[in-house]
Each structure stands twice: as C-alpha cells, then as structure tokens.
C-alpha cells in the first residue's frame, strides 16, 4: 500500500475545499505504506533473524498496527473525501489489509501456543484464550483462527502454512483444505501428497472452500492409489442403496 505524491485539492457535496482522505492527517501515516512492511515482519518472521532487527522491526510492527486502528477509526467520518475514482483503489488496499491482518493474527496465536502463553492462562482451549485475548472475535471465528494457528505449527503442512502467512489463502480456507487433505491422505498413491495438497492450495486461493471440498473424487480419480476411486463410488452406491425411502404423493421414493 504505497502513498501517492500528487493529489488534486477537490470538493465536497457542500461546496467546501478539502484534502483527499489519503492526505488527512489521521491517516495519513496509515497510507504512508509503513503498515505494510511492518506486517509482512510479523507474517513472514524467522527465528534465524538477528535479534536486534526483530526487536526493532516488532516495535515498528507495534506502531504501525496502533497507527493503522486509530486511523481506520475515523475513516467513516472523511469517506466522503475520497475521490471517485480512487475508490476502488483504497477498497484493495484496506482488503490487503484486512488479509494480512488475519495472517498475523494466526502466525501470533501459533508463536502463543509455541512459547506456553495459552498453556499458562486460565483458558482451557486456544480458541477460548482467543475469546478471552480479542474482543471482535468473542462472537465466532476463533475456532477458525485456533485450527489455522495450529496448522503453522504442522511440518506436514509446511506449503499451506507458507500460504496462511504470504494471505495467499484465508484462515477460514486453509483450515478446509488441511481437514480435505487429512480424509484424503491415506488413500492416495505414495508420492503425490505434495502434489495433491499443492493442487487444494491453487484451487482454495482461487474460488475457496466449496471447490475445494468439490476436488476429492477428482483427486482420487489421477492420483488415489489402486482401487481408491473405485472404492469411493461403491461406497456412495450403499450410501444410495441403505438410504431410507420417503413418501412421495403417496408413493415411496429412495433418496
């Protein structure tokens, strides 16, 4: 999210002469662009970095997160000076923002229940230290914020936790890709795991959770293991054959 140098001084429905919102002064060190690379700090940390770099860039990661919430507190009240067409524009740019957010959010939840902060809390479950910890998330989503956190923690799952933290997938997405994986791994032919889970991350990246879901027979059909497929249809067939009938207009139907 890059600042822009040159703005046109424009007008609002009432007559009055203002700054684009990019300009205003309580977002302008949100637009700056700052947020960005201090996110990608949080998102993308290795423990093999110097120290002292991460003590400052945890610092500058503090200040901009702050920044970042202070501003988008007021932004209702100068929406309405943002130029026409650079709607769109800041839309994507509080969209990215809105992503990596919740990239960070995960990657510190697992560095949480890496170091025994949730271990030594009085919550007797991630997700309930996370509606303890974060008051947004008190009404859902923690347990899809806990599931993602816990798959960073996964060497299994070390390429989809690289999507979790560039946002290239979205918690929410990920955590249906692992749980899809897991059913489907031990009826897979030996080898193709990486290839199967890295076909899952493409597609939830690319339409979410629902295709991804929609991938098994497919999956199975090109790299399941002799039999898998076939084993997959038949039992669909006895789903089909014990299914209890229903009446129909007086007539039993099988469902």
Known sequence: MGGRADHEVSENPGGDRYQPV???????????????????????????????????????LRESVAAAVAALKGISDVAFQLPTGEIG???????????FGNAGLVRMTAEAEQRGVIEASQSASTAGWLRDTVWHLQTGG?????KCAAILRRHDLGV???AVR???????????IAAEFDKIAPELAAGTGGVVLDLM???GAEHGAGSVRQLR???LAQYGRDGAFQDEQDGKHRQVELSPGRQDAGVSVTS
Request: hydrophobic share 55%; charged share 15%.
């Open 89 to 99: 524009e800041v839309v994507a740019e509080l969209g990215e923002l809105v992503a």
């Open 201 to 203: 991350i493409e597609v």
């Open 142 to 146: 923690s347990a899809v914020v806990a």
């Open 217 to 219: 027979e497919l999956l």
């Open 22 to 60: 990019t300009e205003c002064g309580a977002l302008q060190g949100f637009w700056a662009g700052g947020l960005s690379e201090a996110v990608s700090t949080i998102t993308g940390m290795s423990g093999a970095e110097n120290p002292i770099a991460v003590a400052q860039g945890m610092a500058q």
């Open 160 to 162: 989809l936790a690289d």
């Open 166 to 176: 560039s946002a290239d997938v979205t918690p929410a997405v990920a955590v249906t």
